[in-house]
């Protein structure tokens, strides 16, 4: 089952979350750890790294987006109160809004930055700068908003992990179970 149905999530959905989330959060902690390391050179490798797996996670977000686009996402479980139908829609997006966001914003900063270094993913191709102009004032501003926004889009996370359990442990319902392995929802089906 690769696709969406109107009960479960879908393969294809499923390992683009969990990669996704894995990156995001693997990404956060090596941008904490590589502005604090003492080596210089060290210090670049992560940077370079963290570019890398940034350009990968940019790509993935958009494709995730487009596979949301066209599989409509499970019925939340009957379980589930109207204002929370109301604020989930909304939290999802604003994930997807950091998820894009964050990297983005972070190849605006290595576009505008004085020292001009090129970025390499993976050392497979020269990824392009965006067509925007080099300044100190830019770095600076952008340096602060990929950073803060990264921070939101953690938040963000950790709101939606605590959530995930809310569901799992505190009300019962399956909607943790079915974005770990639509197989382990053994609840009676409707006509899907």
Same mark, same amino acid.
């Given at each position: 089952?690769?696709?969406?149905?109107?009960?479960?999530?879908?393969?294809?959905?499923?390992?683009?979350?969990?990669?996704?989330?894995?990156?995001?959060?693997?990404?956060?902690?090596?941008?904490?750890?590589?502005?604090?390391?003492?080596?210089?050179?060290?210090?670049?490798?992560? !940077?370079?790294?963290?570019?890398?797996?940034?350009?990968?996670?940019?790509?993935?977000?958009?494709?995730?987006?487009?596979?949301?686009?066209?599989?409509?996402?499970?019925?939340?479980?009957?379980?589930?109160?109207?204002?929370?139908? =109301?604020?989930?829609?909304?939290?999802?997006?604003?994930?997807?809004?950091?998820?894009?966001?964050?990297?983005?914003?972070?190849?605006?900063?290595?576009?505008?930055?004085?020292?001009? !270094?090129?970025?390499?993913?993976?050392?497979?191709?020269?990824?392009?700068?965006?067509?925007?102009?080099?300044?100190?004032?830019?770095?600076?501003?952008? !340096?602060?908003?990929?950073?803060?926004?990264?921070?939101?889009?953690?938040?963000?996370?950790?709101?939606?992990?605590?959530?995930?359990?809310?569901?799992?442990?505190?009300? =019962?319902?399956?909607?943790?179970?079915?974005?770990?392995?639509?197989?382990?929802?053994?609840?009676? =089906?409707?006509?899907?």
């Amino acid at each position: 089952m690769l696709r969406n149905t109107k009960t479960r999530y879908g393969w294809t959905a499923i390992v683009l979350h969990w990669l996704i989330a894995a990156l995001f959060i693997g990404q956060f902690a090596l941008g904490l750890v590589m502005i604090r390391v003492a080596s210089q050179r060290t210090s670049f490798e992560l !940077i370079q790294l963290h570019k890398s797996f940034g350009f990968l996670l940019l790509g993935l977000v958009l494709v995730r987006i487009g596979w949301r686009l066209g599989n409509k996402s499970p019925e939340l479980p009957d379980e589930v109160g109207p204002m929370e139908r =109301r604020v989930a829609p909304s939290v999802h997006l604003a994930l997807y809004v950091t998820q894009l966001a964050v990297p983005l914003s972070g190849w605006v900063l290595v576009s505008v930055s004085v020292l001009e !270094i090129p970025s390499m993913p993976f050392n497979l191709f020269l990824m392009p700068h965006l067509p925007i102009g080099v300044s100190e004032q830019a770095e600076n501003f952008w !340096i602060f908003g990929h950073r803060w926004l990264a921070y939101a889009g953690i938040a963000l996370v950790v709101l939606h992990i605590l959530a995930a359990f809310r569901h799992h442990f505190w009300l =019962r319902d399956v909607v943790l179970v079915r974005m770990i392995a639509p197989f382990l929802d053994r609840r009676p =089906r409707r006509q899907e």
